[in-house]
Nanobody
Framework: EVQLVESGGGLVQAGGSLRLSCAAS????????IGWFRQAPGEEREGVSC????????YYADSVKGRITMSRDNAKNTVNLQMNSLKPEYTSVYYC?????????????????WGQGTQVTLSS
């Protein structure tokens, strides 16, 4: 059974930091690109960051560039998203997802496996 399990969400003050993790199982992890997406109520899903299967390529949305670092550990089947200097508008549910294709922009259409999401709430 394919599983992607996000963790690390919570309530944090604007300007603070948060580290999200995604643990994968049930598929050949190092064959897949991994993406982080977020979706707030009433908003479209947004690709925040994605990383190639080897970890050699990463993409960051302009809205988070300089504040977020994505990394992966293929030995542990995990992906992390370090978020710093958080803004109130980052409040959202964050999802990790897996795709066989890495694109220079995180297009959610190619992502076939999805986690359940973790809530990130920023207080101003």
């Amino acid at each position: 059974e394919v599983q992607l399990v996000e963790s690390g969400g919570g309530l944090v003050q604007a300007g603070g930091s948060l580290r999200l993790s995604c643990a994968a199982s049930g598929f050949t992890f190092d064959d897949y690109a991994i993406g982080w997406f977020r979706q707030a109520p009433g908003e479209e899903r947004e690709g925040v960051s994605c990383i190639s299967s080897s970890g050699g390529k990463t993409y960051y949305a302009d809205s988070v560039k300089g504040r977020i670092t994505m990394s992966r550990d293929n030995a542990k089947n995990t992906v992390n998203l370090q978020m710093n200097s958080l803004k109130p508008e980052y409040t959202s549910v964050y999802y990790c997802a897996a795709a066989l294709i890495f694109q220079s922009k995180c297009s959610f259409e190619v992502y076939e496996y999805w986690g359940q999401g973790t809530q990130v709430t920023l207080s101003s």
